[in-house]
């Protein structure tokens, strides 16, 4: 039976996976927010919370860190990944491979695919080697399935969302993470076009409160099986009380209102 990410990265099915790739992907913008988070122990530390099932970092900073953590974090590789400094059609540079992955203990990797992009084609045949690299090592396959570039109009449209969910399932990935599509009834369709590869929501640019909560809980509601999230979390003053929250809303799919005033209490 090939492996899946159930058996590494998630609680009861569902995966909450604390991202942790802005460093390269976006720059040092995105610590601005909350700068005790540009240190990467601050996100090792968040990542022993009960809510995470894994941390999503990338090699330099899984080489740096996680030895620390090892028995308290699950581990969650990216493999790709490019810097906010490119400004060419969406590609993604290969880091490393699944095979250094198990080398440092990582209990799954991630790879970030852009259907639609003029590199698509090279960036599926890279995925294809990381999938079965990863498949030899027994580890679970996350993609970011983020369509983007000249092929694509418009990154959030439902049809758009579904299809990236679909390429998860065609591909091989145990577990896709698409953008949230806008409401509950898109998500339920990405849901059904991922078929047994299982849906988790990005976490995207900072919220409300309330109103992220609402949509991770629409998502979960229409057969999301958790969320991939970064900003939502460490650009907080307070990540420790929305992790409180989110777990309520993901694992025990409590009302966000809810969460939110249990979380506050806990405080």
Same mark, same amino acid.
């Given at each position: 039976?090939?492996?899946?990410?159930?058996?590494?990265?998630?609680?009861?099915?569902? +995966?909450?996976?604390?991202?942790?790739?802005?460093?390269?992907?976006?720059?040092?913008?995105?610590?601005?927010?909350?700068?005790?988070?540009? %240190?990467?122990?601050?996100? =090792? !530390?968040?990542?022993?919370?009960?809510? *995470?099932?894994?941390?999503?970092?990338?090699?330099?900073?899984?080489?740096? =860190?996680?030895?620390?953590?090892?028995?308290?974090?699950?581990?969650?590789?990216?493999?790709?990944?490019?810097?906010?400094?490119?400004?060419?059609?969406?590609?993604?540079?290969?880091?490393?491979?699944?095979?250094?992955? $198990?080398?440092?203990? $990582?209990?799954?990797?991630? =790879?970030?695919? &852009?259907?639609? +992009?003029?590199? @698509?084609?090279?960036?599926?045949?890279? =995925?294809?080697?990381?999938?079965?690299?990863?498949?030899?090592? %027994?580890?679970?396959?996350?993609?970011?399935? /983020?369509?983007?570039?000249?092929?694509?109009?418009?990154?959030?449209?439902?049809?758009?969302?579904? &299809?990236?969910?679909?390429?998860?399932?065609?591909?091989?990935?145990? *577990?896709?993470?698409?953008? /949230?599509?806008?409401?509950?009834?898109?998500?339920?369709?990405?849901?059904?076009?991922?078929?047994?590869?299982?849906?988790?929501?990005?976490?995207?640019?900072?919220?409300?409160? @309330?109103?992220?909560?609402?949509?991770?809980?629409?998502?979960?509601?229409?057969?999301?099986?958790?969320?991939?999230?970064?900003?939502?979390?460490?650009?907080? %003053?307070?990540? !420790?009380?929305?992790?409180?929250?989110? @777990?309520? *809303?993901?694992?025990? @799919?409590?009302?966000?209102?809810?969460?939110? $005033?249990?979380? !506050?209490?806990?405080?």
């Amino acid at each position: 039976m090939l492996p899946t990410a159930d058996d590494s990265i998630s609680r009861d099915g569902k +995966s909450l996976i604390l991202a942790y790739d802005h460093g390269l992907e976006h720059g040092p913008v995105d610590f601005e927010p909350n700068p005790a988070t540009a %240190d990467p122990e601050r996100l =090792f !530390e968040l990542a022993t919370h009960d809510a *995470v099932t894994a941390l999503a970092v990338q090699k330099g900073l899984a080489e740096a =860190f996680y030895p620390d953590y090892a028995d308290d974090v699950n581990l969650l590789l990216k493999l790709n990944g490019t810097s906010n400094l490119w400004m060419g059609e969406p590609d993604s540079a290969v880091n490393c491979t699944a095979e250094y992955a $198990a080398g440092i203990g $990582a209990d799954a990797i991630g =790879f970030t695919v &852009y259907g639609g +992009s003029n590199h @698509e084609v090279e960036m599926a045949e890279e =995925f294809r080697e990381a999938q079965e690299g990863a498949r030899e090592h %027994d580890m679970g396959v996350v993609m970011w399935s /983020y369509p983007r570039g000249q092929g694509v109009k418009n990154d959030t449209s439902s049809g758009t969302v579904s &299809y990236a969910a679909r390429l998860g399932l065609e591909l091989g990935a145990d *577990v896709v993470k698409v953008k /949230y599509p806008g409401s509950a009834e898109a998500m339920g369709e990405a849901v059904r076009m991922a078929g047994p590869t299982k849906v988790v929501m990005s976490g995207g640019t900072m919220r409300d409160d @309330e109103a992220f909560l609402r949509n991770v809980a629409n998502a979960i509601d229409a057969g999301a099986r958790g969320l991939a999230v970064g900003r939502n979390v460490f650009q907080r %003053d307070d990540p !420790e009380r929305i992790l409180d929250a989110l @777990e309520a *809303v993901v694992f025990d @799919e409590a009302d966000p209102a809810a969460a939110l $005033a249990a979380a !506050e209490s806990a405080d």
